[in-house]
């Protein structure tokens, strides 16, 4: 493997509550991220996709077990650090309330270099703008804006800075077919065109597809990690009982 | 419903509780203003009845003219065997009662001061003796009673040597007692000093006089056809009362004071109010529209509109019945604190344990209740317009379009009438109280300025918003952008600031203006060096230092000055009373006809007029005039002469002072002006004069600018007062900045998330808050500010005339704002911790 992991999870287990009503969200799940690819986290619902997905981007801290970014374990952080390393190594893209209806497209899409104080490269955001079809609507803001190009401004916010990784939270979930390609497109050309690394939470078989790498989860543990191949595989995967 | 009220109080108990603190605050001031006030009235009660017991009729002189400093002239001792021979009185007595008489502490300075009178007064026979003495009364002309306050604050025991200040030289007595009236605690900065009747004859300049007489009916009379055979028998210009008129006049003058006091706090009180009602409105406004999908759902569930405006009137009704309580308990503690307030300020009044009248309770309570309920009404009505479709969609009620242009309507046309009635309660033109004009207008004005905000929000928050995202780069952007987000909170809570700001700077403009004008009146007028005056700036110095001050080296003139009033058919007014001989060179009058020698030839009955006032009366100079002086005589003067007098430091003439007695000014001065012979060491004279006043400890020297210093200051004490009072009204509306933000964060809990996970710090999500909360507070003071300058223009107008120079304190106002952006600051401190305590990932949920 030539790739690096940008992301790793080792033996990480996240328990909620206490006691006798304590859940156990994940259970000693150890994965790694190989820069520049693409990888869909599938799973039912309850299965602990979203909690993994929190876990990796420092949303959220593990019971046991150690999370690193980009040869950053975030264990050792505090909130502040917490805070920088995922406006400046982490993109997001979320299923809704993506972006922030007081600002313009173009401030959602600079904001987390805003929030570090930075100009974005003029170059790159005219680019990514381009190819996110908004040259148009950067003045817009979010209202006039439709849900397809809502999300395709939360794109390239999440793609601006270039970050070690970005990650997607069911972003076609809110979506029709045709914006969903569009933004599984771009994610896909992100991934090709410019070596970004994106791991996206997904339950739709046909953007799983899109990744590479395909792991499914089911009550808190891994039970599938292989190359995705088309959606049939997709779903084949799931149905296999671990 | 009843239950589902009580569980939102319950459930948003920040929310609760800071509406309820802001009627609290309300409360407190309407019910400590009562107690404060029913305490003091009940305490004077207790003084005039006590000082009557046992008498049937009083004798004294009758005020041809209402002085500010109410002082009767005595009337002739030679009165006193008519009295005693006027059919059906038993006994009767002469005595002393003057204000002006200072006992002197171990210091040196006279005890009290500042306004609060010092009594002289002499002991009387048992029979009309009224006060109870701790020890005994004096029995010589070298013993003294003083009451037990003002010995306790010197430290005087029974035995000690205590030195008494009145019209003659300071001199020392012994203290043979403590004096008190009935169960009064205290006379508030009152003291009383009480000799012999013949001493305090002599102390206050009375020899041969009486300050009243006080008269026991016989048997067979009663006291009503006592005072008839008394008036019947006795000059004009006395008058006999019964005791119990002479209690309840006195009463009427001091009610006069206390309603006066009364009605200064309750607007205080009413400015908190009414600034807290604009709280409680924007608070129900918000939450209901927060809860517009569980009012959608309680309606798809059943619930009829009367049982949704029910439910929220009823959460009103809670909250403000509850908030009363607490304030009214908190009132009794706060008219302490007023009384507290005004003795910091040296001025202490009266008291004899806290009165709590049933009228106090019932409309503290009422008052808080019902403004509740009302302010919560609006927002109640409107949640009643939610359809149970709209419990399906996302999203807050949008106001419907045509309520818009009718709001601006209403609010251009209420700031509008609101500045006309002002004008013409300045103006006199409406009838009633100019006062209460003036009020109803600057209250319309409020609110129509509040109604019309909304409008303004927008380019106000770019206005002040600007700079800080500038500096301050995203946060301060999505702080200014969260600010104009809803203009209608915005200006509602900023609007709550508006008004406790605009009558702070219309008091700091309007007292900068009469500063100037004391400073140009003192500057243009007077042509003394120094000016000898009372200790405390408002009591007369006796006038006895005048030729001991003259024979100090280095003093060309020293020249009596009284300012004091007159009355006549046309309207009463002040003048001023000069000695002509000398006060060509302590005074300088802009002539318009005449010269300074017509000063100096000024005879008994010739008078020089301020122009406006000769304008008014259509007086040319040699005209005639009449005045009534305090004592009932009247005085035909010849005008001599005009001066301009813009700053009215004269009053309406000025005539000679050979008819001081006639004034009741005729041991007494009001300043004594001196002028210093050229090339005078001033350092050497001032020691020269300071010396020939040590008898005479109630008198201070000062020049022009400590003179002005000494004004500005008792200024100050009581802008101090007024700002502490208003200081509420500020207080209240800093608890809307911290609700409005606590609701809002609320409301933006996704997008705080969002933020976060992005990459937003804490310390940033801390900032966005407290640069809203800036915001919002900045825009109330720019609105603020406006209106207080409108005010002080518009108030001041007819004052233009007096010398009035309008002058706006930039560099306060500055400072104002500078005060209320740090307001905004404190009152973020608690929202935007919570904002960045949130759980990122609860905020998020989206799952």
Redesign the interface.
């Known amino acids: 493997m030539p790739n690096e992991a940008i992301v790793s999870a080792t033996n990480v287990t996240r328990v909620f509550g206490e006691g006798d009503a304590s859940v156990k969200a994940l259970d000693d799940v150890s994965l790694e991220f190989p820069e520049g690819r693409f990888t869909a986290i599938m799973g039912p619902s309850g299965s602990g996709k979203s909690t993994l997905m929190h876990l990796l981007a420092g949303l959220d801290r593990p019971t046991v077990g150690g999370v690193e970014i980009d040869g950053v374990a975030l264990n050792d952080l505090d909130d502040g650090k917490l805070t920088e390393v995922r406006r400046d190594k982490v993109g997001f893209i979320f299923q809704f309330f993506n972006l922030l209806p007081v600002l313009t497209a173009e401030e959602n899409i600079v904001l987390p270099l805003s929030l570090a104080g930075r100009k974005p490269h003029r170059k790159r955001f005219d680019e990514l703008v381009e190819a996110v079809g908004l040259s148009d609507r950067v003045s817009h803001r979010p209202a006039e804006l439709s849900g397809g190009q809502q999300q395709r401004v939360a794109v390239a916010r999440a793609l601006l800075s270039e970050p070690a990784v970005v990650f997607a939270d069911e972003p076609t979930g809110n979506l029709d077919s045709k914006s969903s390609e569009e933004i599984l497109a771009l994610l896909r050309t992100a991934v090709d065109d410019y070596g970004q690394s994106v791991v996206m939470v997904t339950h739709d078989a046909n953007a799983a597809a899109t990744a590479d790498r395909v792991v499914v989860l089911v009550d808190g543990r891994i039970v599938r990690d292989e190359p995705a191949t088309s959606p049939e595989q997709v779903l084949d995967l799931m149905k296999q009982p671990a | 419903m009843t239950s589902i009220a009580l569980r939102n109080l319950w459930a948003r108990k920040l929310r609760t509780v800071l509406t309820a603190l802001a009627i609290v605050l309300g409360v407190m001031m309407i019910a400590g203003t009562y107690v404060f006030t029913d305490t003091i009235d009940q305490a004077f009660d207790e003084i005039f009845t006590e000082s009557n017991k046992g008498i049937d009729a009083v004798v004294t002189s009758k005020q041809a003219v209402k002085t500010d400093d109410a002082q009767d002239p005595p009337i002739s001792a030679s009165l006193l065997p008519e009295v005693r021979s006027t059919e059906g009185v038993a006994a009767a007595a002469g005595g002393i009662f003057d204000p002006q008489v200072a006992i002197i502490d171990k210091d040196g300075d006279p005890i009290g001061g500042n306004g609060a009178p010092s009594f002289g007064s002499s002991a009387q026979p048992r029979r009309f003796e009224t006060l109870d003495y701790e020890g005994r009364a004096p029995r010589t002309a070298n013993e003294v009673a003083i009451d037990k306050t003002a010995a306790d604050k010197a430290g005087f025991e029974l035995g000690d040597r205590v030195t008494v200040a009145g019209k003659e030289s300071a001199r020392p007595y012994r203290l043979v007692g403590f004096a008190s009236i009935g169960d009064v605690d205290s006379f508030g900065g009152a003291s009383i000093a009480v000799f012999t009747l013949p001493q305090a004859q002599l102390i206050t300049g009375k020899q041969g006089e009486f300050d009243q007489i006080a008269v026991a009916a016989d048997d067979d009379t009663t006291p009503g056809q006592l005072a008839a055979n008394l008036t019947q028998v006795l000059p004009k210009n006395v008058e006999a009362e019964t005791g119990e008129e002479n209690t309840q006049s006195q009463k009427d003058d001091v009610g006069e004071f206390i309603g006066f006091l009364k009605t200064a706090l309750l607007v205080f009180a009413g400015v908190a109010l009414f600034v807290a009602s604009f709280l409680i409105f924007n608070t129900f406004s918000i939450t209901v529209a927060q809860r517009t999908r569980e009012f959608a759902m309680l309606r798809t569930l059943g619930a009829n509109r009367r049982q949704i405006v029910r439910s929220v009137a009823l959460e009103a009704l809670l909250i403000g019945f509850a908030a009363s309580v607490i304030g009214l308990l908190l009132g009794i503690a706060f008219a302490s604190a007023i009384s507290s307030l005004f003795k910091a300020t040296g001025i202490d009044l009266p008291s004899a344990g806290n009165v709590i009248g049933v009228r106090t309770v019932i409309l503290s309570l009422a008052v808080g209740t019902v403004l509740t309920v009302v302010a919560a009404l609006v927002p109640a009505l409107r949640a009643t317009r939610v359809e149970p479709v709209e419990g399906l969609r996302e999203g807050i009620v949008v106001e419907a379009p045509g309520t818009k242009r009718l709001r601006t309507a209403i609010a251009v046309a209420l700031t509008g009438l609101g500045l006309i009635a002002m004008l013409g309660g300045v103006f006199g033109v409406i009838g009633g109280s100019g006062a209460a004009w003036v009020g109803i207008g600057a209250g319309a004005m409020f609110l129509g300025v509040a109604l019309l905000s909304p409008r303004l929000v927008r380019p106000l928050a770019s206005l002040v918003g600007l700079p800080l995202e500038r500096t301050r780069?995203?946060a301060g952007?999505?702080a200014r952008?969260?600010s104009v987000?809803n203009p209608g909170r915005t200006a509602a809570t900023a609007a709550a600031l508006m008004i406790g700001l605009a009558l702070v700077s219309f008091v700091a403009i309007f007292a900068a203006g009469i500063r100037g004008s004391i400073d140009d009146a003192i500057d243009k007028t007077l042509g003394g060096d120094l000016i000898l005056g009372s200790t405390d700036g408002f009591s007369d110095i006796p006038l006895t230092p005048v030729k001991a001050v003259e024979g100090v080296d280095g003093v060309a003139v020293a020249s009596p000055y009284r300012y004091t009033q007159y009355a006549s058919p046309d309207g009463d007014g002040y003048l001023s009373l000069v000695a002509p001989a000398t006060a060509a060179d302590v005074l300088k009058l802009d002539w318009r006809q005449g010269s300074d020698q017509t000063l100096t030839d000024l005879g008994p009955t010739e008078a020089v007029l301020d122009e406006k006032f000769a304008d008014k009366r259509k007086l040319e100079v040699g005209d005639a005039f009449t005045v009534t002086t305090v004592s009932g005589r009247k005085i035909n003067y010849t005008a001599t002469g005009t001066f301009k007098d813009n700053t009215d430091f004269i009053g309406d003439y000025a005539a000679s002072d050979v008819n001081a007695r006639a004034y009741g000014e005729g041991q007494t001065t009001t300043s004594i002006f001196i002028k210093l012979d050229e090339g005078a060491d001033t350092d050497a004279v001032r020691s020269g004069i300071d010396e020939q006043l040590k008898p005479f400890p109630t008198i201070k020297v000062q020049n022009q600018q400590e003179l002005k210093d000494s004004i500005s200051s008792q200024l100050n004490t009581l802008l101090g007062v007024i700002y502490a009072l208003l200081a509420l009204a500020v207080i209240v509306s800093l608890f809307g900045i911290v609700n409005t933000l606590a609701l809002s964060i609320y409301e933006r809990t996704?997008?705080l998330?969002?933020?976060?996970?992005?990459?937003?710090?804490?310390?940033?999500t801390r900032q966005i808050v407290r640069y809203e909360a800036v915001i919002t507070a900045l825009i109330g003071a720019v609105l603020g500010l406006v209106l207080g300058v409108v005010f002080a223009i518009t108030i001041s107008r007819p004052l233009a005339d007096e010398g009035f120079t309008l002058t706006i304190p930039v560099g306060s106002l500055l400072l104002l704002m500078v005060l209320a952006a740090a307001a905004g600051v404190v009152a973020a401190i608690g929202p935007a911790r919570r904002a960045s305590r949130l759980d990122?990932?609860e905020a998020?949920s989206?799952?």
């Open positions: 780069g995203v952007r999505l952008e969260n987000r996704r997008e998330g969002l933020l976060r996970a992005v990459g937003m710090s804490r310390r940033q990122v990932l998020l989206y799952e």
